[in-house]
């Protein structure tokens, strides 16, 4: 079973960057798509962002150009950059595993929060 642990948030201003990390421990995640997901306040989580285990990416419109996931396969690590990061970026961001078409293996959450 895959233990995912997030870190990384803090508090931005508009415009700054900032880099999340989702260490992995438990078993390899090397065979597995990673995403990403964040929960705004009030709102449904919503998709972010996902690595394939051959590294394609796919992005939500809402960050495309902004943000870049990233995997270390030795390291056992998923990484979100946030480049450009805008007030409406604020939320609880997850990591999750993708496992037979369902995502699950939730980590607790890192809060971004950006000024504005």
């Known amino acids: 079973q895959v233990q995912l642990l997030e870190s990384g948030g803090g508090l931005v201003q508009t415009g700054g960057s900032l880099r999340l990390s989702c260490a992995a421990s438990g078993r390899s995640i090397r065979g597995y798509t990673m995403g990403w997901f964040r929960q705004a306040p009030g709102k449904e989580r919503e998709f972010v962002a996902l690595?394939?285990?051959?590294?394609?990416?796919e992005y939500a419109d809402s960050v495309k150009g902004r943000f870049t996931i990233s995997r270390d396969t030795a390291k056992n690590t998923v990484y979100l950059q946030m480049n450009n990061v805008k007030p409406e970026d604020t939320a609880v961001y997850y990591c999750?595993?993708?496992?037979?078409?369902?995502?699950?293996?939730w980590g607790k959450g890192t809060l971004v929060t950006v000024s504005s």
């Open positions: 690595i394939g285990r051959n590294v394609g990416t």
């Open positions: 999750a595993v993708r496992n037979d078409g369902t995502w699950g293996n």
